[in-house]
């Protein structure tokens, strides 16, 4: 069956790090482009970053880029989400997408995983 398991969410303080893991079963991640979305409290979900199926290629919202670091490891069928610096703003439910092509078009996502919540807090 084809899924997507996130894991790696928790409580964090202001300028910690987390590291976000997405593990796909069902099919290979090698032919598709992955992405990183979160959901606050009371707000849209937004698109946070996203990654070619080769890994050659990423893009990132303005709010985390440099902060934040998406790759994967298409041997292990698993992309993760490297978040430094956290702000309380970046608190909400992240969520792991997959694209049915192999570049990051917008609206391209076909399968999403059920979350993983990030609560940034003192």
């Known amino acids: 069956q084809l899924q997507l398991v996130e894991s790696g969410g928790g409580l964090v303080q202001p300028g910690g790090a987390l590291r976000l893991s997405c593990v796909a079963s069902?099919?290979?991640?090698?032919?598709?482009?992955i992405g990183w979305f979160r959901q606050a409290p009371g707000k849209e979900r937004e698109g946070v970053a996203c990654?070619?199926?080769?890994?050659?290629?990423?893009n990132y919202a303005d709010s985390v880029k440099g902060r934040f670091a998406i790759f994967r490891d298409n041997a292990e069928n698993t992309v993760y989400l490297q978040m430094n610096r956290l702000k309380p703003e970046d608190t909400g439910v992240y969520y792991c997408?997959?694209?049915?092509?192999?570049?990051?078009?917008?609206?391209?996502?076909?399968?999403w995983g059920v979350g993983t919540l990030v609560t940034v807090s003192s």
């Open positions: 997408a997959r694209w049915g092509s192999r570049s990051c078009n917008p609206g391209g996502m076909d399968y």
């Open positions: 990654i070619n199926d080769r890994g050659t290629s990423t």
């Open positions: 069902g099919f290979t991640l090698d032919f598709h482009a």
